[in-house]
């Protein structure tokens, strides 16, 4: 059976800070992309982040970058994203997914959802003071 599962969501205070786990079994972690989505209240779903375990390499949206950071623990079967310098507009529902082939495309194409074999159930951010 397939299982992502989310944590480490949570309220935080603008410019803190908060690291999501996703937590990935039933099958072969290097051999799928893993990547973070985000969905805000009235918005469409966007993609955040990915990371190849093949390579290492990752894709960051633009406008995160300098603030968020993805990463994976082979050995733990685990996607990260850290989060700094939160701002209210970060507060939405984070998801982790996977595609089936593991290569980074440094591009839009990267996030197409109709590539996601797999999702977690989300897990909720709220930046506020």
């Known amino acids: 059976e397939v299982r992502l599962v989310e944590s480490g969501g949570g309220l935080v205070q603008p410019g803190g800070s908060l690291r999501l786990s996703c937590a990935v079994s039933?099958?072969?972690?290097?051999?799928?992309?893993k990547c973070w989505f985000r969905q805000a209240p009235g918005k469409e779903r966007e993609g955040v982040s990915c990371?190849?375990?093949?390579?290492?390499?990752?894709h960051l949206r633009d406008p995160l970058k300098g603030r968020f950071t993805i990463s994976s623990d082979n050995a733990k079967n685990t996607v990260y994203l850290q989060m700094n310098s939160m701002k209210p507009d970060d507060t939405a529902v984070y998801y982790c997914?996977?595609?089936?082939?593991?290569?980074?495309?440094?591009?839009?194409?990267?996030?197409?959802?109709?590539?996601?074999?797999?999702w977690g159930q989300g897990t909720q951010v709220t930046v506020s003071s």
């Open positions: 990371t190849s375990s093949i390579d290492g390499s990752t």
């Open positions: 997914a996977v595609r089936r082939d593991s290569i980074i495309y440094y591009s839009d194409y990267d996030f197409d959802l109709e590539l996601f074999n797999y």
């Open positions: 039933g099958f072969t972690f290097d051999d799928y992309a």
